[in-house]
């Protein structure tokens, strides 16, 4: 009888862990600061939120574009260490132009002395990961949705699922000259390609110190609740049967 519960119990906990695994979704961090006046406030809530990103990771690179000639077009090349050898990436533009670029067209700033992109009207940028796909994602932005639209971020992920996220909407210009920093974190599945686009045509913005990481940079792992529900239902059937026995 006590080796029948065990087996129903390990069955439970299986089907309780498959749920889990199947309900997983990238954790995201997001922080926006409005007329910083062309500074990443110390602080405030970008800086914070990618403070926090980062507690998440461990030996994760920084990309701020200060290796590339100034008004260098995409595509970049990018490499990024990894958990087990270099993390290469591609960046292009869809729709439109990126170019690396030490000028601030008006509201936009780098994030990172002295360089950024500057994501040119109606471009997506568009970061393939193909060869490396990775678990973790993050940037800054300046100047986003100050003249219309919102901007939306789709994660492609290995079996080509595309999770799309809603970051900022259009706000007209409150937003002006704003900073903010977005990423994810995500345990479970892995990302092959990362799409970041304006929804309108007359705005332009700019991107800078991204970074990604692989599932082995990641340090900060959900905790295994079907391994507890397992070890407290265990603890509760041997206590049973030593008081039977008793």
């Avoid at 990481?213 to 603890?235: F, H, K, M």
């Amino acid at each position: 009888m006590f080796q029948t519960s065990i087996r129903k119990l390990l069955l439970s906990v299986a089907m309780i862990a498959s749920s889990s695994a199947a309900l997983a979704a990238p954790v995201t961090y997001y922080g926006m600061d409005q007329n910083p006046g062309s500074v990443v406030p110390v602080g405030g809530n970008a800086a914070t939120a990618r403070s926090n990103f980062l507690a998440g990771l461990t030996s994760v690179g920084n990309e701020n574009f200060s290796s590339f000639a100034n008004n260098q077009s995409a595509p970049l090349t990018l490499s990024f260490p990894g958990s087990s050898g270099n993390l290469s990436a591609t960046l292009s533009a869809i729709g439109g132009t990126v170019i690396a670029t030490s000028s601030n067209p008006v509201g936009q700033f780098s994030t990172s002395p002295s360089m950024h992109l500057d994501a040119g009207f109606g471009s997506t940028l568009s970061i393939d990961f193909l060869l490396n796909p990775i678990s973790a994602f993050g940037f800054y932005g300046t100047d986003i949705s100050d003249s219309g639209g919102d901007l939306v971020v789709s994660l492609t992920d290995t079996l080509n699922n595309v999770t799309s996220f809603n970051i900022i909407q259009n706000a007209g210009g409150v937003n002006n000259g704003n900073v903010l920093f977005w990423g994810f974190i995500d345990t479970g599945a892995t990302y092959t390609k990362v799409s970041i686009r304006n929804t309108s045509s007359s705005d332009r913005f700019g991107f800078d110190d991204m970074v990604i990481g692989d599932r082995g940079q990641i340090n900060q792992v959900p905790e295994p609740s079907g391994l507890l529900l397992l070890g407290t239902a265990l603890a509760g059937l041997c206590s049973l049967k030593r008081r039977k026995s008793a």
